[in-house]
């Protein structure tokens, strides 16, 4: 079965780091890239960016360049979300999903994301 | 960078009704770019349709998606009690994912 297993909640204070986890297992952690997603208390769905787990490349959503930073251990099929310095607006509940990229028998290029983590929640309070 | 419209905001209606979601770009979006998601209170997202009208595995029959350019829609042919929920469509472009802002349905 393939799953993204995420780490556990983190209660956090303003200006304080974090790195959480994302390991993926039941197939080929190099061979899919791995985006991350914030849902804000009560809100809607926000993509941040995402990883090529076989070299570590990375694009990020104009909103969270230089917020925040994705890595991958391809040794141990694990992306990761980090910040240096956390904020209140941080609070959030943080997805990882598996980035499909595949192409139809006539040519097109699908771009969705198949298989969700269940999440981690952040929170940032002092 | 293009943003997603859905309507309505929240769709009220009985079990076995249909359901009928829109979800509008700003500007000319791939139909195979166009993916819709559902997402039930405490869970995550559930990935239901991809290329606009592809539903993903195990997604029942129920569900389809359709549209082209900048107008696309969901589709729920007789809603059972565990299709309320709150569903998002999603396009790719210029290496970037956005969201629409969420369509709930929920029981009148």
């Known amino acids: 079965e393939v799953q993204l297993v995420q780490s556990g909640a983190e209660v956090k204070k303003p200006g304080e780091s974090l790195r959480i986890s994302c390991k993926g297992s039941g197939y080929s952690f190099t061979s899919y890239w791995i985006s991350w997603v914030r849902q804000m208390p009560g809100k809607g769905l926000e993509w941040m960016g995402r990883?090529?787990?076989?070299?570590?490349?990375?694009n990020y959503s104009p909103s969270f360049q230089g917020h925040v930073t994705i890595s991958a251990d391809k040794s141990i099929s694990t992306a990761y979300l980090q910040w240096s310095s956390l904020k209140a607006s941080d609070t959030a509940m943080y997805y990882c999903?598996?980035?499909?990229?595949?192409?139809?028998?006539?040519?097109?290029?699908?771009?969705?994301?198949?298989?969700w983590g269940k999440g981690t929640t952040v929170t940032v309070s002092s | 960078e293009i943003v997603l419209t859905q309507s309505p905001g929240t769709l009220s209606l009985s079990p076995g009704e249909r359901a009928t979601l829109s979800c509008r770009a700003s500007q000319s979006v791939s139909s195979s770019y166009l993916a819709w998601y559902q997402q039930k209170p405490g869970q995550a997202p559930r990935l239901l349709i991809y290329?606009?009208?592809s539903r993903a595995t195990g997604i029942p029959d129920r569900f389809s998606g359709s549209g082209s350019g900048t107008d696309f829609t969901l589709t729920i042919s007789r809603l059972e009690p565990e299709d309320f929920a709150v569903y998002y469509c999603?396009?790719?472009?210029?290496?970037?994912?956005?969201f629409g802002p969420g369509t709930k349905v929920d029981i009148k």
């Open positions: 999903a598996r980035f499909i990229i595949t192409i139809s028998p006539r040519g097109y290029y699908y771009y969705y994301m198949d298989v």
């Open positions: 999603q396009q790719y472009g210029s290496s970037q994912f956005t």
């Open positions: 290329g606009a009208s």
């Open positions: 990883i090529d787990p076989s070299d570590s490349y990375t």
